[in-house]
């Protein structure tokens, strides 16, 4: 018996979990959605200057992350290398996607479930009966959405669908007065990301996350700067256990990972077949270095339990809202933020090939755009951090479903359960299909 739960509830986008019964027991568990993956054909024949423009639109909420990877890609195949001015602020709309992302997650997608697991709460709460719980907490988590938002319109010309970022940079040189606006916002985003920090610690420190959710052996993909935090630049690191397998440059993901999308999602090449994660949980297993000595003090209230679960991944998300607040402020400080210049030009095609990497909030975007002889584009591949990730979701899912099945024999109490792990991860659905 196939039996399809049609909605996953509090995700971005829609998806459907497949859960596969043969004689009572419950043989494999997935999540699935349709691979529509429009944006790899409507864009083929575009003008490479208005493909980020276009791309920004699959997602409502990693927008900029997703026109930042395609200029990146666009400033590959002219072979041009942007200014410092506009990496700094291509930086600070990174990090104000990521505070309205995490945020957004955590509120309404992840606290509830941790208040039901931890007994903190006997039922899960409705979206009013969450705004009541804590009245403080929910007027924080607010105002990081509404800093991420303010941000993104400051420097990106409107909160989201970006109109400043351009092959060659951006577009806009913020005034003193812009600066000095922004440098308050982050320091209200870090103020309120060390409160929701210490409220985590307290809640959840010294408790003992639930065995169910604790991870399979994996290996960890991300980009990272010579062992540092950054998710604007760098170079990609496979990471298993404490031992880094390979650490490559873009141009060569091609000898790791497939080209191709499947159902399970990509295909590494890798002898053990282990699943592979991407994301705050594996950016938190490959960066050595975060540059913020409070980091390591608010890592070290939580045990080895902790960092071998799913559930870790919600600290580390407010973890890295507290970072990216923090060095945005530093970001701010920069002398060249307000000086007028002039972007590249962009003139001379130098590669057949562009190849854009960054960060997401969900994890490793990459951008591949490919050249025909008469200098249009005529392949475009797009890897998304959900597509990364599903195959160990889905593992994780079934072996969880198994169990509780065996236990209890109640389908319905599977179906809503299995849902925890899915939220944990984040998924971005609409990424992952248009």
Same mark, same amino acid.
């Given at each position: 018996?196939?039996?399809?739960?049609?909605?996953?509830?509090?995700?971005?986008?829609?998806?459907?979990?497949?859960?596969?019964?043969?004689?009572?027991?419950?043989?494999?568990?997935?999540?699935?959605?349709?691979?529509?993956?429009?944006?790899?054909?409507f864009?083929?024949?575009?003008?490479?200057?208005?493909?980020?423009?276009?791309?920004?639109?699959?997602?409502?909420?990693?927008?900029?992350?997703?026109?930042?990877?395609?200029?990146?890609?666009?400033?590959?195949?002219?072979?041009?290398?942007?200014s410092?001015?506009?990496?700094?602020?291509?930086?600070?709309?990174?990090?104000?996607?990521?505070?309205?992302?995490?945020?957004?997650?955590?509120?309404?997608?992840?606290?509830?479930?941790?208040?039901?697991?931890?007994?903190?709460?006997?039922?899960t709460?409705?979206?009013?009966?969450?705004?009541?719980?804590?009245?403080?907490?929910?007027?924080?988590?607010?105002?990081?959405?509404?800093?991420?938002?303010?941000?993104c319109?400051?420097?990106?010309?409107?909160?989201?669908?970006?109109?400043?970022?351009?092959?060659?940079?951006v577009?806009?040189?913020?005034?003193?007065?812009?600066?000095?606006?922004?440098?308050?916002? /982050?320091?209200?985003?870090?103020? @309120?990301? =060390?409160?929701? %920090? &210490?409220? !985590?610690?307290?809640?959840?420190?010294?408790?003992? $996350?639930?065995?169910?959710?604790?991870?399979?052996?994996?290996?960890?993909l991300?980009?990272?700067?010579?062992?540092?935090?950054?998710?604007?630049?760098?170079?990609?690191?496979?990471?298993?256990?404490?031992?880094?397998?390979?650490?490559?440059?873009?141009?060569?993901?091609?000898?790791?990972?497939?080209?191709?999308?499947?159902?399970?999602?990509?295909?590494?090449?890798?002898?053990?077949?282990?699943?592979?994660?991407?994301?705050?949980?594996?950016?938190?297993?490959?960066?050595?270095?975060?540059?913020?000595d409070?980091?390591?003090?608010?890592?070290?209230?939580?045990?080895?339990?902790?960092?071998?679960?799913?559930? /870790?991944?919600n600290?580390?998300r @407010?973890? =890295?809202?507290? %970072? &990216?607040? !923090?060095?945005?402020?530093?970001?701010?400080?920069? $002398?060249?933020?307000?000086?007028?210049?002039?972007?590249?030009?962009?003139?001379?095609?130098?590669?057949?090939?562009?190849?854009?990497?960054?960060?997401?909030?969900?994890?490793?975007?990459?951008?591949?755009?490919?050249?025909?002889k008469?200098?249009?584009?005529?392949?475009?591949?797009l890897?998304?951090?959900?597509?990364?990730?599903?195959?160990?979701?889905?593992?994780?899912?079934?072996?969880?479903?198994?169990?509780?099945?065996?236990?209890?024999?109640?389908?319905?109490?599977?179906?809503?359960?299995?849902?925890?792990?899915?939220?944990?991860?984040?998924?971005?659905?609409?990424?992952?299909?248009?």
């Open positions: 018996m196939l039996k399809v739960v049609n909605v996953c509830t509090r995700v971005e986008g829609h998806g459907e979990v497949k859960i596969l019964l043969q004689n009572d027991e419950i043989s494999i568990v997935n999540l699935e959605f349709e691979l529509y993956r429009g944006f790899e054909n864009l083929i024949g575009k003008r490479l200057f208005d493909i980020p423009k276009f791309v920004s639109r699959i997602c409502g909420l990693c927008y900029a992350s997703q026109a930042i990877a395609s200029c990146k890609a666009v400033e590959d195949i002219y072979s041009i290398e942007i410092e001015q506009s990496i700094l602020l291509r930086r600070l709309l990174m990090s104000a996607e990521l505070i309205k992302s995490h945020s957004m997650n955590f509120f309404f997608q992840t606290l509830p479930d941790l208040l039901r697991i931890f007994n903190i709460a006997q039922n709460f409705s979206p009013n009966e969450l705004i009541q719980y804590y009245p403080h907490l929910t007027t924080n988590l607010y105002d990081l959405i509404k800093i991420g938002n303010e941000i319109e400051l420097f990106g010309g409107r909160s989201v669908h970006l109109i400043s970022i351009v092959p060659g940079g577009i806009y040189s913020p005034s003193q007065k812009i600066i000095t606006i922004a440098q308050k916002y /982050f320091q209200k985003a870090l103020s @309120i990301s =060390e409160w929701i %920090i &210490e409220k !985590f610690i307290q809640l959840f420190a010294n408790q003992t $996350p639930p065995k169910e959710f604790n991870l399979p052996n994996f290996i960890s991300a980009q990272t700067n010579y062992g540092n935090y950054d998710r604007y630049s760098g170079s990609l690191r496979f990471k298993e256990n404490n031992k880094n397998l390979v650490e490559f440059e873009k141009h060569n993901y091609s000898t790791y990972f497939s080209k191709e999308i499947n159902l399970r999602g990509i295909d590494f090449y890798f002898e053990n077949k282990k699943n592979v994660i991407v994301g705050p949980f594996s950016r938190f297993n490959i960066v050595e270095n975060y540059g913020i409070e980091v390591l003090s608010y890592i070290e209230y939580f045990n080895k339990l902790w960092k071998k679960n799913l559930l /870790f991944i600290f580390i @407010i973890l =890295e809202i507290y %970072i &990216e607040s !923090f060095r945005s402020i530093q970001i701010l400080d920069d $002398p060249s933020l307000n000086i007028k210049e002039n972007l590249p030009s962009l003139n001379s095609i130098k590669n057949e090939n562009g190849i854009g990497v960054i960060e997401a909030p969900r994890g490793t975007l990459i951008h591949h755009y490919h050249l025909d008469s200098n249009v584009v005529d392949r475009i591949k890897f998304i951090a959900t597509e990364f990730n599903i195959p160990l979701l889905n593992q994780m899912i079934t072996k969880y479903a198994q169990g509780l099945y065996e236990i209890t024999g109640d389908l319905n109490l599977v179906e809503k359960n299995i849902q925890v792990i899915i939220r944990a991860f984040d998924p971005c659905i609409s990424c992952a299909t248009h």
